[in-house]
Structures are given as structure tokens and as C-alpha cells.
């Protein structure tokens, strides 16, 4: 199951690359998007969703949607819409891998098992309250960097000037920050006191928000030294992770909503609990469609992370700078995970971006 999950996760990737379109796309389609059916593998678009040939680019958004049900058709219950939601994705997960290791063992039977192997770098262990909770697997493809995991996303609303006020009136809980005396989310001085923004700041009176990746030119005591989650798409790692797979502050990335189809290029902006993984800014989950409450948003799975270690500069980048890097990144990418999981065809067409900032 652990070959299969990988192997999944890396067919995933591909196949999404063509399909996937950021919340803030324009709404016409790309048009190299026409190329997916040609360049991926029909293996790797069968899942049984009812038609033993169901194509993965023409699954709905919503799973429970039907455009055959009549328009006044009443809608299931939230809680029918979960359990439909946990049974198709885990029926999508198992076959869809179960079709690719079927199309790779006829691709080439010797190598198949050997390239599977090679996809696990480690697990990394979430715990909470000291406890472990469950493994999240990390994986790679041989001679690349990159590296991808799958979790859920909790959001991080640091660098965001509003993110939080003394009074817990912020956009995020004030606990997240931090206690006096032991403050992780707030800019501090020498006497590790928080600042508090002036007149002439984005919000008088609220915290100034730091974020791990910032620009070395602005005081320390400037919001806008940080990286604003509520306007930049970024995703945060646990630093001894980050260290051991040489990922920086900085660094690119992209991100897919394995439920809707949404991506997302990003960028490695904060750090976080060294137990945790999986977490993102207010923007990206925008782009994702995912709630982006700081406070009560976010999903505990089926989003796809793909990290560019030593691909960043250590600073902070604009939305277009963001979305071209990882465009190019991307692309460069998609011809190893070709090589492995669709058998050496040519590489799908990069995903759209992010076009504008929130």
C-alpha cells in the first residue's frame, strides 16, 4: 500500500498538472489543456466511478453532482455529503493507484517495482500533545529534488497585517502566536516584547505578524517586511524537515485540491511546529478553494504539496514572479514524472496560476 499510495500521488500530480486552474484563472480554458488525453495514459484516467472507463479529466468538481439529475433534485444532507466524500475518495485513491501500477508493470515489468521503491524518502511523524498521531509518507522522484507529501491544510494567517490584535479581535487566534514571554508569531524586540503598529501602519493597534521568510531591507518592526498571508500564497514546513530535505524559506511550490481540481503555485513562507505538517496561508486556500478561516477553516485531507528545494532566492516574491517560477519548475518536473509513471511520454502542459493577488 505504501508503493501504491506513492505511485498514486506521482500519476495524481500529472494528471492534474493538465487540469487543475487556480481560483483566480480567468475562466476561459487553456488551450494546451487539449493535450491531456493524448499525453497521459488511458490507465491512468480509468477509476470506477460507475463506468469501468470513466476518465479522470471529466469527473465532476463535486463529486455527488450529476448533470444528468434534474435541476430541483433536493440535495443530500451535509452529513450524506461526507460520507459519499470519504467512500469515493478512498474508491479513487485505491483504483486509480491500482490502474498505475498495472500500467506500469506492462510498461516495463522489470523496472516497476524498483521505481516505486525508490519514491519514499522517509515518514514524518504527526503528533499531537506529544502523542503520534499518524505518519504522513514523503516522497520524491529519483534524480529530482522535489519532493511531495499528502495531508489536509490548516491555516496560517501569519505575516498578515490584521492577523492578530491584543484583544484576540485579529483575524486568527491570538494562541497561535504564541504567550508572552514565548511569542512565535509576533515581531518582538530586544527585550522580546511584541511591536504594536503605529498611525502610519496597515492596522494601528494590531500586532506586527511576522512570517520566517521576509525582506532583510524593512526594520524589523515594519509589517511589511513579512510575507502578508492573506494576499500571497505560501505553504509552511516544519523546519528540521525543511533542513533534512534542503528546502528554504523561499522556495517554490504548487499545491492541488485532490477534491475540486484546484492548484495553486506557491511559495515557502513560514516555518512551523516541528511536529506538524500541512499547513498554508489565508491566500492559498483562497486559490484552493478551501475555507480560509484562519480561526475554524482549512480540511484535514486530500491536498497534494510539491516542494522545490533550493529553487528560491530566501526573499519574498511578488503573485507573477511566484506563478512564473513555479510554471517553469513545474515543467521541468513533469518530464520525470513522465519518464516513470506514464512510460516516457511527453510531458503534460504546466497548470495555470494564481493571475492576481487577493
Request: glycine share 10%; hydrophobic share 35%; charged share 20%.
Amino acid at each position: 500500500m505504501r508503493f501504491r499510495s506513492f505511485v498514486f500521488a506521482a500519476g495524481l500530480v500529472l494528471c492534474m498538472v493538465g487540469v487543475a486552474k487556480s481560483t483566480q484563472v480567468p475562466s476561459a480554458e487553456n488551450p494546451a489543456l487539449s493535450n491531456i488525453n493524448r499525453d497521459c495514459p488511458v490507465q491512468l484516467k480509468k477509476v470506477a466511478a460507475g463506468s469501468a472507463g470513466s476518465d479522470l479529466s471529466q469527473l465532476p468538481a463535486n463529486p455527488h453532482s450529476d448533470s444528468s439529475s434534474p435541476e430541483n433534485e433536493p440535495s443530500p444532507p451535509p452529513s450524506l455529503h461526507v460520507d459519499l466524500d470519504l467512500v469515493l475518495l478512498q474508491q479513487k485513491r485505491t483504483e486509480l493507484a491500482q490502474c498505475i501500477l498495472s500500467a506500469e508493470a506492462q510498461e516495463s515489468p522489470e523496472r516497476a517495482q524498483g521505481d516505486c521503491s525508490e519514491l519514499l524518502l522517509l515518514n514524518f511523524e504527526m503528533r499531537h500533545n506529544g502523542e503520534v498521531e499518524r505518519d504522513i509518507p514523503i516522497g520524491h522522484l529519483p534524480g529530482t529534488s522535489a519532493f511531495f507529501y499528502e495531508s489536509g491544510m490548516t491555516i496560517d494567517a501569519d505575516g498578515a497585517p490584521n492577523a492578530y490584535h491584543p484583544d484576540n479581535s485579529g483575524i486568527d487566534d491570538l494562541e497561535n502566536a504564541g504567550a508572552p514571554g514565548h511569542w512565535e508569531g509576533l515581531a518582538k524586540d530586544a527585550q522580546g516584547e511584541p511591536f504594536i503598529q503605529g498611525p502610519n501602519d496597515p492596522f494601528p493597534g494590531y500586532y506586527v505578524s511576522e512570517t520566517a521568510l521576509a525582506d532583510r531591507s524593512k526594520p524589523v518592526n515594519d509589517p511589511t517586511r513579512y510575507v502578508d498571508a492573506s494576499k500571497i500564497p505560501f505553504v509552511v514546513l516544519p523546519g528540521g524537515l525543511a533542513r533534512q530535505l534542503g528546502a528554504r524559506v523561499g522556495d517554490f511550490a504548487i499545491v492541488f485540491n485532490e477534491r475540486n481540481g484546484k492548484s495553486s503555485y506557491a511559495i515557502f513562507g513560514d516555518v512551523g511546529p516541528y511536529d506538524r505538517i500541512g499547513e498554508g496561508s489565508v491566500a492559498l486556500a483562497e486559490n484552493l478553494g478551501i475555507r480560509s478561516d484562519a480561526r475554524n477553516g482549512g480540511t484535514w485531507r486530500g491536498v497534494l504539496y510539491l516542494v522545490f528545494p533550493g529553487s528560491g532566492e530566501g526573499r519574498p516574491r511578488t503573485i507573477e514572479e511566484i506563478n512564473d517560477q513555479g510554471q517553469k519548475l513545474l515543467g521541468a518536473w513533469e518530464t520525470g514524472i513522465s519518464e516513470i509513471v506514464c512510460g516516457g511520454t511527453k510531458p503534460l502542459p504546466s497548470a495555470q496560476g494564481n493571475q492576481s493577488a487577493n
